[in-house]
């Protein structure tokens, strides 16, 4: 039987997502219908508000302008992670930090690493990436005639989530002629051989699809509560449960930051997400070493805000992801599939390969999806491995030991047996292209040499010859000039953003 009607519960950006990439492939389909259902009564997440460069694939091929999405979302430029504090304050000093850019930390295109190790003092790690200087002087990774989606470095966005999903659900309903209706589930119908057979809404309607995609946010209305895939969890490795999430409005002529900020305390860390009118900040912690109280004078210590005066949104998070994505007629995306702490802002990263992964890969017909149910499955539990390993990294590689949180995520915490072995390799060479075999590492040698090095771990020093050490010495060299020279060429990112409003409203018709 051909499928004809797709039905997305969910209309949070996991659900949007979904329907956006399942338009761009399906909607030339006059026969295909697919259909949004969001519950007026249960509320969208609310954060998720930093992403990683795969975005601007996916939004540039949904045929949203970036001019609309900088616009509509009050959109700034992220070029990188700064993680401050993760390391000891005695070693390394009182606000230490490092960056994980998203440009390789290789000097004009060079591995200059194992001339590095045996020279850390020449430069600092984060250096060797061209997105230092743009990160710490706050500037533009576009120059004014960057053409849409290309900078003069890599780089993601900070946006506000819910201005997001309206952007992606107009884009949706315009574009791809997607059904939007607002009924709440209350029972998921199985047929009898288990795949999902059709809806039963709280209105008293009933509706039946060919194939379903449960994005019902962590609820998991399908896979979770009705179908009962097993949750894999990860809390055991990932300590971090709870999160306080804050809006905070900045001036209009503050700098913006193009990074995520990722500071570090006793038992957790926290976010701080520029955008052009506010920041999204959050205060991650493990419940089990922080109490509710102490997370909140935290938090207000970290803004000088009086505790009073705070009423932040109170977020429990479990780690762990569905051992499925691909049920007979059903898949799994975004809450509802996995989550893993927003670290390296993961989850809307792995919601949007998946959801394109599954709407290259709808078969035409019903009888056909169990084919290819099985390889998105193991695809889907592997991406999920490497991204807890690579969320892991940061915490277990650290040398603080200041409190029991920082005691147990470095000497009583498990991990998975390839970081453990890939970590015992790194002792005694650099990470290199060859370790990381599988095209679905999500992140491989570049993230893991800004994280480790990031983090000075101690990788032997190769003995390297005259000519490679002075080569990588005059490469890197040339590079701090170069990097320097680029960044001090750039706009700072508040002018940048202002003067592009500006033209918009000069220019575009009303
Ligand atoms: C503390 C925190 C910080 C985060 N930060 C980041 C980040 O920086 N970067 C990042 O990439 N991701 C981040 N995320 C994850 C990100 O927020 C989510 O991946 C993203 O918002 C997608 O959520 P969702 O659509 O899966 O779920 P939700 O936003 O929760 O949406 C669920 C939808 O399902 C609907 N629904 C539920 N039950 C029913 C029902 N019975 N009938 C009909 N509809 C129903 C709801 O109405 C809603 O529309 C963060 C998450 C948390 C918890």
Request: proline content about 5%; glycine content about 6%.
């Amino acid at each position: 039987m051909k499928i004809k009607r797709i039905a997305i519960v969910g209309g949070g950006n996991a659900g949007w997502l979904a329907a956006n990439h399942l338009g761009v492939e399906l909607s030339r389909d006059p026969e295909i219908e697919i259909t949004v259902i969001e519950s007026k009564d249960i509320p969208v997440i609310g954060v998720g508000e930093a992403t990683v460069p795969l975005i601007r694939t996916s939004v540039q091929s949904f045929g949203i302008s970036e001019v609309d999405l900088l616009l509509h979302c009050d959109a700034t430029f992220k070029t990188a992670i700064k993680f401050a504090n993760w390391m000891s304050t005695e070693k390394y000093g009182k606000d230490n930090f490092y960056y994980h850019t998203f440009d390789a930390p290789f000097p004009n295109g060079y591995d200059v690493n194992n001339y590095w190790l045996g020279n850390r003092e020449e430069a600092y790690y984060s250096k060797l990436s061209p997105a230092y200087y743009i990160a710490e002087w706050n500037r533009s990774p576009k120059r004014t005639d960057s053409p849409p989606f290309k900078g003069m470095v890599n780089y993601a966005y900070h946006f506000d989530a819910a201005k997001f999903t309206t952007l992606l659900a107009a884009n949706a309903k315009k574009r791809f002629n997607v059904r939007h209706i607002y009924e709440t589930v209350k029972e998921v119908i199985l047929q009898d051989d288990g795949s999902v057979k059709g809806f039963e809404y709280d209105s008293g309607e009933y509706e039946e699809f060919d194939f379903y995609v449960d994005c019902s946010g962590f609820a998991s209305l399908i896979f979770g509560k009705t179908l009962k895939v097993p949750f894999v969890s990860k809390n055991d490795i990932i300590l971090t449960d709870t999160a306080l999430a804050l809006q905070v409005p900045t001036a209009p002529d503050e700098d913006i930051f193009p990074y995520t900020k990722a500071t570090a305390h006793e038992a957790g860390w926290l976010w701080d997400i520029p955008l052009t009118t506010r920041r999204g900040t959050g205060f991650v912690y493990s419940s089990n070493h922080m109490s509710d109280d102490d997370a909140l004078k935290g938090f207000s210590k970290y803004h000088g805000i009086d505790i009073e005066k705070m009423n932040p949104h109170k977020i429990p998070m479990r780690a762990g992801y569905r051992e499925k994505i691909w049920v007979k007629n059903c898949v799994s995306l975004g809450l509802a599939n996995g989550f893993v702490e927003p670290l390296e802002s993961t989850s809307l990263f792995v919601t949007d390969f998946c959801a394109g992964m599954i709407a290259k890969k709808l078969p035409l017909n019903t009888e056909e999806l169990h084919l290819f149910a099985k390889p998105c499955n193991e695809i889907t539990t592997h991406i999920w491995e490497r991204v807890f390993d690579f969320i892991q990294l940061h915490y277990c590689i650290s040398d603080r030991r200041d409190t029991q949180f920082w005691r147990d995520v470095t000497e009583n915490v498990e991990m998975s047996s390839l970081l453990k072995e890939r970590l015992e390799m790194w002792k005694y060479s650099v990470p290199q292209r060859v370790d990381f075999p599988s095209t679905f590492d999500f992140f491989h040698t570049e993230s893991y040499l800004s994280v480790i090095y990031g983090m000075d771990y101690p990788t032997r020093a190769p003995s390297v010859n005259d000519m490679v050490g002075n080569f990588s010495k005059q490469k890197i060299a040339e590079h701090l000039v170069n990097s320097k020279k680029l960044a001090d060429s750039l706009m700072p990112q508040r002018k940048w953003l202002t003067e592009l409003k500006e033209y918009v409203a000069k220019n575009r018709p009303s």
